[in-house]
């Protein structure tokens, strides 16, 4: 009897911030062309009192998230006590929430940061994203395999410096 051991990439989670939803777009168009049906992608953003245009309107990010992905699948809005009004797409929706005691823990004070903290993201790393989301930008989480995300990385990294 022959056993093929088959060998797979570790897995890892990149993240990355936005300054704006177009940003995210471009980028979300690209990862796309990869084809890939083993990333898992995550949008995070604030919403702002102050300015909720026709970008920042919640039913036209949803619809926004629909086209790119082609699914409504993983798109929550919540109030967090430390950010404010957050929307979070993708995978990580579930997670945010998830209830604990009857509260969603994207809701609670530390919840996202515990969350991205249990995707293996180190701490000093996650504080700094949480309070970049804080001030407006937008976090792109993707999760996959290492050799699948340092391609996709190397390619973000060229088309920031030429479009973003």
Avoid at 38 to 60: A, D
Avoid at 75 to 81: D, G, K
Wanted: net charge positive.
């Amino acid at each position: 009897m022959n056993f093929k051991i088959q060998k797979t990439s570790p897995k890892r989670v990149l993240l990355k911030s936005y300054i704006d939803f177009q940003s995210i777009e471009i980028v979300l168009k690209i990862i796309k062309e990869y084809k890939n049906k083993n990333l898992q992608i995550s949008v995070i953003g604030k919403f702002h009192q102050k300015k909720l245009n026709n970008v920042e309107n919640p039913v036209t990010l949803e619809n926004r998230y629909k086209k790119l992905f082609e699914s409504s699948e993983g798109f929550e809005i919540l109030s967090n006590p430390e950010i404010g009004t957050i929307f979070i797409t993708g995978f990580l929706g579930a997670l945010f929430s998830e209830e604990v005691e009857l509260k969603k823990i994207g809701s609670m004070p530390t919840g996202p940061f515990g969350i991205l903290r249990g995707l293996g993201i180190d701490k000093e790393k996650v504080t700094h994203f949480i309070n970049i989301l804080n001030k407006g930008n937008y976090l792109l989480v993707i999760r996959g395999n290492e050799n699948e995300l340092t391609s996709i990385e190397d390619h973000l990294n060229i088309l920031e410096k030429v479009y973003i």
